[in-house]
């Protein structure tokens, strides 16, 4: 287990982070969703404190409220504190990292159930684009699965099932806890140690990397909804390929404010949509460049058309210099604004280190600094091919507008 201890005297909060390699990209068809149950049951009880109510008020009661995530590579716990409360905050987070009681199964079971019902439409199909994009994008792979399994899958989980996933992954392999805050560094990590000392070292599970893409891929998903949402992902590099630092600077150009590219095109010129977004995703083996817009029904296939416009002529021109001076310097100045921020100081040096980039701000900073525009029109040719399209298109429309998003997807060039 990896532990890091960030001091921030300037800040007047603490943080306690803990990364754990887990998530719907290391289960089974069968377990899809049963990391995500687990950090439900995070919450339910310890045995100090055996009740979900009980579990609450003590963190409460010390300043902080736990916060838990899951996403398809990675789970998280977070909380902040005020720091005077931070070292009696630690053992309570170690208890909940080490010993949850699964108790109250039914109860959480009947939460995530309906949480996974604002995925789903009065059928029960799968109308969530988040989703449905991976799942085009990465068929038959546990990267195209939801995060939150199916209600079936839910249904079969229970305590020595739960038991053994908590077992499998909460090892130290497979975690980084680390604390940001106004504190002395060295007394924090022997506690640290001492809390967690006792966790199995386990095994960092292996991934097994996506099969290549080699065309375009399409899928219509009816909705009765005033607007059409459409997703459009490009397979793109791993987190750990050279190419992504230029590939972070590509995804800035185009959507990085008001001022960038795609809102510039299709809402202030266009007034196609209220808004439009860009994304980068980067997994250990692979990655999405993932953009999203929502329009009247009618107008989803000029919406398309006008986003392959954008990447087409990103692809084929290149950022100007004045793009991409902008885009560095507003990632210098937010990661300068994370300095301020134990939450997000806590959460990078997480990540960087359960990631294996391990990667301090500064030469994150560095390293982005020195991307050269050749880079970043390399790296637009390279992601913005057909080879690589994925795209999604959640709405109402007949067959001859789902035809015409087809043929748009299929014919981009």
């Not at 806590?346 to 390293?367: V, Y």
Request: glycine content about 8%; charged content about 25%.
């Amino acid at each position: 287990m990896r532990l890091l201890a960030v001091p921030m005297p300037h800040v007047h909060r603490s943080v306690f982070e803990a990364q754990i390699r887990i998530g719907s990209r290391f289960e089974s068809a069968e377990e899809n969703g049963i990391s995500h149950f687990l950090e439900h049951m995070l919450y339910r009880g310890t045995p100090r404190h055996p009740t979900a109510h009980d579990q609450a008020l003590a963190f409460e009661t010390l300043g902080g409220t736990l916060q838990a995530a899951t996403a398809k590579d990675f789970g998280s716990l977070q909380i902040a504190m005020p720091p005077e409360r931070f070292l009696d905050m630690l053992p309570l987070l170690a208890e909940v990292y080490q010993e949850p009681l699964m108790s109250g199964i039914e109860i959480e079971r009947g939460i995530v159930h309906e949480e996974i019902l604002e995925t789903l439409d009065e059928g029960g199909n799968l109308i969530d684009a988040d989703d449905l994009l991976g799942a085009v994008a990465f068929p038959g792979h546990p990267l195209g699965r939801p995060i939150t399994g199916a209600p079936e899958q839910v249904q079969g989980f229970d305590p020595p099932r739960l038991r053994r996933h908590h077992q499998q992954f909460y090892v130290g392999q497979s975690t980084t806890l680390v604390a940001a805050g106004p504190f002395e560094p060295e007394q924090v990590l022997r506690h640290l140690e001492q809390l967690f000392g006792g966790v199995p070292s386990g095994l960092r599970q292996p991934v097994l990397a996506p099969g290549a893409q080699s065309a375009p891929a399409f899928r219509f998903v009816p909705h009765a909804a005033s607007q059409t949402c459409l997703r459009v992902g490009f397979r793109a590099p791993s987190f750990l390929d050279p190419r992504e630092p230029a590939t972070q600077l590509l995804v800035r150009v185009l959507d990085d404010g008001l001022s960038t590219r795609l809102y510039e095109h299709i809402c202030d010129r266009k007034g196609l949509c209220y808004d439009v977004a860009a994304c980068y995703e980067a997994y250990e083996d692979v990655g999405m460049v993932d953009l999203s817009a929502e329009s009247a029904n009618e107008r989803a296939a000029e919406v398309l058309r006008e986003l392959f416009a954008v990447v087409s002529r990103l692809r084929d021109e290149g950022p100007t210099d004045s793009e991409l001076d902008k885009a560095k310097q507003r990632h210098r100045w937010q990661l300068q604004m994370m300095l301020d921020d134990p939450e997000e100081v806590a959460a990078h040096f997480a990540m960087s280190e359960l990631g294996r980039t391990e990667l301090h701000p500064a030469e994150r900073r560095d390293q982005l600094a020195a991307v050269t525009r050749e880079q970043v029109m390399q790296a637009a040719r390279e992601l913005f091919q057909s080879s690589g399209l994925n795209v999604v298109a959640v709405g109402a429309h007949g067959r001859r507008n789902r035809e015409r998003l087809r043929e748009l997807t299929l014919s981009y060039t």
